[in-house]
């Protein structure tokens, strides 16, 4: 079992930046493929990014390229989510997640491919 903990969000100005860290516990995930999902409410839960176990390979979706960027420190068990130019439209709950399945695209950006959820922190933009 993984457990998954998101830590980092918070209320932010447009433009701004934040950080979002997922630690993981109970077994490491320097193996894991892991992503970033979000929720704004009233929708579906959307892909955002993922990363294979080794970071080599990333994948993000359109409305996030170039502004955020996924990255991993397998020693210290955590993955991180680096947010810039953020707009009221980033606006959610971020939720990180895992698989030790193989990954391609098609699969990062699906959500029941991932075995592990974490609970969630919640990103505001807003003046």
């Known amino acids: 079992q993984v457990q998954l903990l998101e830590s980092g969000g918070g209320l932010v100005q447009p433009g701004g930046s934040l950080r979002l860290s997922c630690a993981a516990s109970g077994r490491t995930v320097s193996r894991a493929a892991m992503g970033w999902f979000r929720q704004a409410p009233g929708k579906e839960r959307e892909f955002v990014t993922a990363?294979?176990?080794?970071?080599?390979?990333?994948f993000y979706a359109d409305s996030v390229k170039g502004r955020f960027t996924i990255s991993r420190d397998n020693a210290k068990n955590t993955v991180y989510l680096q947010m810039t130019s953020l707009t009221p439209e980033d606006t959610a709950v971020y939720y990180c997640a895992a698989t030790f399945k193989s990954m391609n695209r098609v699969l990062a950006n699906t959500a029941r491919w991932y075995d592990f959820w974490g609970q969630g922190t919640q990103v505001t933009v807003s003046s």
């Open positions: 990363s294979t176990w080794s970071g080599g390979t990333t």
